[in-house]
């Protein structure tokens, strides 16, 4: 079980802190098609991923539908809500997405988790599947461990094979495995005669209702997926946000960079204690029959200023990096896709990182609030008529 939690919890490392340091590139558009090669590691987010270039190093692309036509060298991290790859991935594969389609072969491990993960190349090393719908038909050369509904196999397998399935599991005909056969299905598999299975079969019957071992990893599976479906829908936001109201998003980031420390602790602290004592001045106004329906009122702002502070402090964070290493001072939509994906990857830290997102949504509350007081209450004719 802790084998399968590490290979699970691989989809989520960024695959740069599990290579050697080497020339990197980053890439960002709605409509992305990378058509020249990467000499080092690649790094692509954008709602359309196309590459049919090689990649020297590692491939990382994010996006909401990502296809690969290129070989790459190192290792690939893919997540979207459809993913292809049609070229050779001579290194580690690991897949998030909605539908999987793996064409050709992986010469190093492959790990998969969606809805549908179709795989017909083969993989050189272990293969670990987590899918309500799993076909598996280049065969593997190292262990195979599948959890879904229905499992379908083929191909030469060099190891053993573990299958737990809450519905059908088949077999093509001529499909090999030089291991052990284990697998937990309600009902047998249907397994022709030309199927060799050298290490002998071991069935378990299950009834629809999982036990704890299989429990267990449907909802390690379902974490993945619950992750990974956040994650987009984040990035989603996040650049809607940011191509819709990119004033908003610059006077934000203004906070950060024209304002001395003292203000930013200032801004920092107000934030907080919005956060943290509106739910009580929610709960005192509930008690009361007056004041419940400004405690409803009151509870909507709070959770639209929930959302929007984690949003922003997202598009914070991409604006800041565009204008650090792209010197680029106009703010554009795949600013907040870019900021909310580090955003996102610095909350899968443990501890640390809630601490880190914590802080900077705390800020981005702060800000937000006090931008929404001087457009509710500006000053502007005030001071003019004064003068």
Do not use: C
Request: a negative charge; charged letters at 10%.
């Amino acid at each position: 079980m802790n084998k399968i939690f590490f290979l699970s919890a691989l989809l989520f490392i960024p695959t740069s802190t599990l290579a050697a340091p080497a020339e990197s590139s980053f890439s960002a558009g709605a409509d992305l098609v990378a058509t020249t090669t990467a000499a080092g590691n690649a790094y692509t987010v954008g709602s359309t991923i196309i590459v049919t270039a090689p990649t020297l190093g590692d491939l990382t692309a994010v996006g909401g539908s990502v296809i690969t036509a290129g070989v790459v060298q190192g290792d690939a991290l893919l997540i979207g809500g459809s993913v292809s790859t049609r070229a050779l991935l001579k290194g580690d594969v690991r897949v998030a997405g909605g539908s999987i389609t793996i064409d050709e072969s992986v010469a190093g491990d492959l790990v998969a988790v969606g809805y549908t993960v179709n795989a017909e190349g083969r993989s050189g090393g272990s293969v670990f599947i987590a899918a309500a719908n799993a076909s598996l038909a280049g065969g593997a050369a190292g262990p195979v461990k599948i959890y879904g509904n229905n499992v379908y196999l083929a191909g030469v397998f060099g190891d053993d094979v573990n299958i737990v399935a809450g519905g059908i599991v088949s077999f093509a005909k001529d499909t090999v495995i030089n291991g052990k056969l284990v697998y937990e299905a309600p009902e047998p598999a249907n397994i022709p005669d030309t199927v060799s299975v050298v290490g002998g079969i071991d069935y378990t019957s299950s009834s629809y209702l999982p036990n704890i071992g299989t429990s267990r990893a449907l909802a390690l599976a379902s974490i993945g997926i619950f992750l990974l479906v956040r994650i987009l829908g984040a990035l989603i936001l996040a650049g809607l946000l940011a191509g819709l109201f990119p004033r908003l998003a610059d006077a934000v980031v203004a906070r950060v960079t024209e304002r001395r420390v003292r203000t930013t602790l200032l801004t920092t602290l107000l934030g907080f204690a919005a956060i943290t004592a509106t739910p009580v001045l929610l709960l005192l106004l509930a008690l009361t029959f007056v004041g419940l329906g400004l405690s409803i009122l009151l509870g909507i702002a709070y959770a639209l200023l929930m959302v929007l502070a984690f949003m922003y402090a997202g598009i914070m964070l991409g604006v800041l990096f565009v204008r650090r290493f792209m010197h680029r001072d106009t703010t554009l939509w795949h600013d907040g896709v870019l900021g909310m994906l580090i955003l996102s990857l610095i909350a899968l830290i443990p501890i640390v990182g809630w601490v880190v997102v914590f802080f900077i949504t705390t800020f981005a509350a702060g800000t937000l609030l006090i931008l929404f007081f001087h457009f509710a209450f500006p000053h502007d004719s005030r001071e003019v008529e004064s003068e």
